[in-house]
């Protein structure tokens, strides 16, 4: 059944609805996509849900799940990122305290906190801080930092898990792996990369680190992805 043309002509189509008809997987994607959190894709969805639905249909396109395994819980982790994830991501995305532009020209702050997403300045009040404030140059704490990416960091698990069914399943080093590239790509350009799921859903972690080289990130990205290429070389 085509559900975006039964938003189209049913208007009070609910909002338990949309979440029966779409899988976490979708939902996930759909939060990064946009993101935002679960009540402010409800308030969207309260305000236009023929858009809404139009999005999870697209992003559905784009993740299409490979086993029939059930699919992870979306439960944001309670849990601290390890020092050494958080050490590589950082040496990937760099470490800043103060505003500068990205290889995009997108002030970005922090381990790779993009101030011009959407809730930039949500989170930054929530820690005391005015953007504009940010934006000219204030400095953050390295507490302001670990928090902001400790934040990003449970989103990011989240795409892990909802681009990879058996996630939890696999080697530390391979979930480290994931994690990196989803904060570096985002959900909608790594689940691209389905070539590289299929491998990983098999253990199949030689393929995985060919189908890694044979991408244009892989250029894109410099010493960022050779880095994690040897680290998938190297699980057995």
């Known amino acids: 059944m085509n559900w975006y043309k039964t938003a189209q002509e049913n208007e009070r189509w609910s909002w338990g609805k949309f979440l029966a008809t779409f899988t976490p997987t979708v939902i996930a994607g759909l939060l990064a996509l946009n993101q935002f959190g679960m009540l402010d894709l409800q308030k969207s969805y309260a305000e236009n849900p023929q858009q809404v639905v139009q999005e999870a249909r697209q992003v559905q396109e784009q993740v299409q799940p490979i086993s029939e395994e059930p699919q992870p819980p979306m439960a944001e982790s309670t849990s601290q990122v390890s020092d050494s994830l958080k050490s590589m991501i950082a040496r990937h995305e760099g470490y800043e305290n103060t505003v500068y532009q990205d290889t995009e020209g997108v002030p970005t ?54 681009f990879l069914p058996n996630f939890d399943k696999q080697p530390e080093i391979v979930q480290d792996i994931i994690i990196d590239m ?37 250029e894109q990205v410099g010493n960022r992805s050779k880095e994690l290429v040897q680290m998938m070389k190297e699980v057995r």
């Open 109 to 162: 702050i922090g381990i790779g906190f993009n101030l011009r997403r959407g809730d930039a300045s949500e989170k930054l009040s929530a820690l005391g801080l005015d953007i504009n404030d940010v934006l000219q140059g204030k400095a953050l704490t390295d507490e302001q930092i670990d928090s902001l990416f400790q934040d990003d960091v449970r989103m990011t698990l989240n795409d892990a898990r909802a």
């Open 182 to 218: 989803s904060f570096n790509l985002g959900l909608t350009r790594l689940s691209q990369f389905k070539n590289f799921r299929k491998a990983l859903s098999n253990s199949d972690y030689q393929t995985a680190a060919k189908e890694m080289v044979d991408s244009r990130w892989y």
